[in-house]
């Protein structure tokens, strides 16, 4: 009998043991019944929003037996983990993606078809979570995908805002913020797990205790709130791999641990109100970019989300009986997205010294080997500064550990550098201002192992100019690891045409895995054929994009005309007020032309549409201004009929993730024209490239590399270098150049009415030399001329053509999977292990 049992039993688990079906009827049945079950929907209502969810849960169930394999597949290999710690992420839409990495994509479309709905339809009815404010939470989505897909063991993790980046309305012909609650119609990709929960504590003091056994001073810390961090789950497929990884996004929600006290004096709701006011924490993402908003609600974000990261990461670590914790850098990297997580060196200093009860050194050579920083700004303004009172406050245990950090650090400047106390003063983690500053990013090149830039040119500055003492001290620390982007979603995923005309030519897909295979284009570019389909595509991609603008902005533009884009968050450096100025220029010399009647140079003109987007910041008034003027100019051309279709422009509201894969396929030109040394890098420009656009580049971030991989023929770079313009910087002040004439007609009318009544005077202003901080005016003629150079491109289609195929095919550097692999091997010491199943049916891939 008991034989037979455990027959029965093993027969059981092998049915149990393999993957849900995938074959076509098996979809329908799954989806089907989600909508029945799970969402307690008819099942007969056409409703596309029940059938988009019913569909994610579906494609969900089957990440997830892949999700929980992996994990227990990588915990048995006992192999390092890679965690990625970051306050932001732009994930994107998930359906199609998901879909792509299980292979199942086509199956999914049959399926829903027969259901009575199309694939594209219920992509449409997933919202996007917006939980980052631009490239740097964009990058972070990348790196989770080329990990999954290159088989390292990694977690993202990150916070669950319950409001994300705020959805940007155009009213009164101006920027308007609406509130952006993601989670409206529920987040069918995550996975509570209320069983995954840490009390994060701050305020409170600290009390020094003297062991009356060992003589020993020991510091507690007392006192103060508690919050509590719970943990949503979010499944990240790899491609084409079982390899599936994690991300795991914190909540916080009232600590249960009430106080029972005020319970029996009658204080019931105080009680509960007070512990209720933990909830905000994670209810709102900071909209900044490249701006440290200096908010105490930020700070406690901050410390919320390393201190349940980390006792997550512990508490996994710890699980396996054989780990000792001066282990752990051998077994865990962990990687601080820019210096919003740095928090995280003194709590993991205080989560061994205090809880774990190690000695300071063996702490610090856990901490030290274990973290890396990467830096993706050189802006002073986007320099995480906390004013020490807050930190004392907030945090008293942290203020005493960073305090010891900096004793011992300047103790070892002081020895290598006797009798020089400025650059002892220079390079303490505390500024000695008014009031005391805690400076971040000192204290995360103090605790890190390795610090890195995001392109060349800025891991330069960083090693040249900011970061230049800590260079001297430990050149070996600083490596550059230009960014990357995930050429699957941006190319395969945004552009499923040109995929297949690459596909085609090729003759196999295998560039999705290696986009270095691409390179075989290159001799293809001037081929007629390749050349007909790939414009073809490009034109059917740009009348998708028209038809999107129509449906946007209620103006009708000509697929024909030269597509020219700028999209990205509005600021300053990144000088969308150059582009709108060079736009007022160009129309007025249509009309002058008009007037004049030179017939034949109005025939040389390049009909153009000029496409920009992105959020300003709500309190960035600047910003805000250059939308307005954006817009004011927009409304003259486009209503001017006697320009006719020579030039249009259009501002697209609310750009994000699925706005941008819209337009980045539908793109002509492309204009990245930050002042040199502002951009660390840019990554759009690299998407871009790779959907057949031509970049006209500033000198700057990655555009540099940019241009060497695609040629100098086949991109537009104008203006001065970052050496040019720290020159200038300082010579401007004195030597007030003469404005451009051009730029000086263009600010004239401007002023004068031509725009709509607002004569936008502080943003004309600031091109005074001695207001022009991003060089605007010393760029604005070489900016023209090499516009001029693209349009005189653009009116030879066929060496347009083979520019964008050659651009294209040039761009394997700039594919995430690169990057990742540095960082795995110049970082964190990691291998890729992938996960194979013994004896489970795979056949879905
Ligand atoms: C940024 C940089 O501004 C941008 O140039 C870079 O590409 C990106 C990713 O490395 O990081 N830094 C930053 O604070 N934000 C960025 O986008 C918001």
Not at 81 to 102: D, F, I, K, P, T
Request: with cysteine; proline share 4%.
């Amino acid at each position: 009998e008991e034989q037979e049992l455990k027959e029965k039993k093993e027969k059981l688990w092998k049915l149990l043991c393999t993957y849900l079906p995938c074959d076509v009827l098996s979809l329908q049945k799954s989806i089907v019944q989600h909508v029945e079950y799970t969402l307690a929907r008819r099942r007969y209502k056409r409703d596309k929003c029940s059938f988009y969810q019913a569909t994610a849960i579906s494609v969900r169930d089957r990440l997830i037996e892949r999700w929980t394999d992996t994990q227990q597949y990588l915990s048995s290999k006992d192999s390092k983990r890679v965690y990625y710690l970051s306050l932001e992420y732009l994930l994107g839409r998930n359906l199609q993606n998901a879909m792509s990495c299980l292979a199942l994509r086509n199956r999914y479309a049959a399926a829903l078809e027969e259901l009575g709905y199309s694939l594209e339809e219920l992509t449409e009815e997933e919202r996007d979570p917006g939980l980052g404010s631009g490239g740097l939470g964009r990058l972070a989505s990348c790196f989770l995908d080329s990990l999954a897909t290159l088989n390292f063991g990694a977690w993202g993790y990150g916070l669950r805002y319950k409001f994300g980046l705020f959805e940007q309305r155009l009213i009164s012909k101006a920027q308007a913020e609406f509130p952006d609650f993601w989670l409206k119609e529920g987040y069918p990709w995550e996975v509570e797990r209320p069983d995954v929960q840490y009390l994060v504590r701050m305020y409170g003091e600290v009390e020094d205790r003297v062991d009356p056994e060992t003589g020993e001073v020991k510091v507690a810390w007392k006192g103060g709130e508690d919050v509590l961090a719970e943990g949503f789950d979010i499944p990240v497929p790899g491609f084409h791999t079982l390899n599936t990884n994690n991300l795991r996004l914190w909540t916080s929600k009232a600590s249960c641990e009430f106080d029972l006290g005020s319970f029996n004096d009658g204080q019931y709701y105080a009680a509960i109100e007070e512990k209720e006011r933990s909830e905000p924490l994670t209810s709102v993402l900071y909209p900044c970019d490249n701006n440290a908003p200096g908010k105490e609600l930020r700070l406690r974000q901050q410390y919320f989300f390393v201190s349940a990261t980390l006792q997550d990461i512990l508490r996994r670590y710890k699980k396996s009986p054989s780990h000792g914790l001066l282990d752990l850098p051998n077994k865990v990297a962990i990687q601080l997205n820019e210096t919003h997580p740095a928090i995280a060196i003194p709590e993991l200093m205080r989560l061994l010294l205090d809880d774990e009860n190690l000695c300071w050194q063996d702490a610090w050579h856990i901490v030290h080997n274990t973290c890396a920083y990467t830096n993706h700004t050189v802006m002073p303004e986007a320099l995480e500064i906390w004013p020490l009172p807050l930190v004392e406050q907030i945090l008293p245990r942290h203020l005493r550990i960073i305090y010891e950090i900096n004793h011992q650090f300047l103790s070892e400047v002081r020895r290598r550098w006797p009798g020089d106390p400025q650059r002892v003063a220079r390079m303490s983690i505390i500024e000695e201002s008014e009031p005391k500053m805690v400076k971040m990013a000192h204290l995360a090149i103090i605790g890190c192992h390795k610090v890195n830039g995001v392109a060349q040119v800025h891991t330069g500055l960083l090693c040249k100019s900011l970061f230049r003492d800590f260079y001297e001290m430990w050149p070996e620390k600083f490596v550059n690891i230009t960014n990357g982007v995930n050429h699957r979603r941006w190319m395969l995923q945004a552009n499923p045409a040109m995929s297949a005309v690459i596909s085609k030519w090729l003759g196999t897909h295998d560039w999705v895995h290696d986009l270095g295979r691409l390179e075989r284009l290159k001799e293809l570019s001037s081929n007629p054929e390749f050349q007909r389909d790939w414009q073809e595509m490009k034109r059917y991609n740009k009348r998708k994009l028209a038809e999107f603008i129509e449906r946007t902005c209620d103006v009708d533009v000509d697929a024909d005309a030269m597509f020219d884009v700028h999209v990205k968050r509005i600021h300053e450096y990144k000088r969308q007020f150059m582009n709108i100025l060079g736009v007022a220029y160009r129309y007025l010399r249509i009309l002058s032309l008009l007037a004049e009647e030179k017939f034949d140079e109005l025939r040389q003109v390049v009909p153009k549409v000029v496409i920009f987007a992105g959020k300003a910041a709500p309190n960035y008034s600047v910003a805000k201004d250059v939308i307005k003027l954006i817009i004011a100019i927009a409304d003259t051309i486009n209503s001017d009929t006697r320009i006719g279709g020579l030039l249009k422009v259009v501002f697209i509201p609310n750009y994000n993730v699925s706005v941008a894969e819209v337009i980045i396929p539908g793109s002509d030109l492309s204009q990245h024209i930050s002042t040199a040394g502002f951009e660390a890098s840019g990554t759009s420009n690299m998407k871009f490239c790779m959907n057949g656009s031509l970049l006209l580049g500033s000198r700057d971030g990655a555009n540099l590399e940019i241009e060497q991989s695609v040629g100098r023929a086949n991109i537009f770079m104008f203006g001065a270098n970052t050496k040019e313009v720290r020159t200038l910087q300082t010579t401007m002040q004195y030597r007030k150049p003469q404005l451009d004439g051009r730029l000086a007609h263009v600010t004239q009318e401007i002023r004068s009415g031509r725009f709509g009544p607002t004569s936008f005077d502080s943003l004309v202003d600031s091109l005074l030399p001695e207001n022009d901080r991003y060089m605007v005016g010393h760029d604005f003629g070489s900016y023209l001329e090499a516009l001029e150079v693209s349009d005189a491109a653009f009116r030879k289609p066929e060496e347009w053509t083979a520019k964008t195929i050659v651009s294209c095919a040039s761009m394997s550097r700039f594919s995430s999977d690169r990057c990742i692999r540095e960082y795995a091997e110049k970082i964190w010491n990691v291998e890729p292990h992938q996960f194979r199943p013994p004896n489970k049916n795979t056949s879905s891939s």
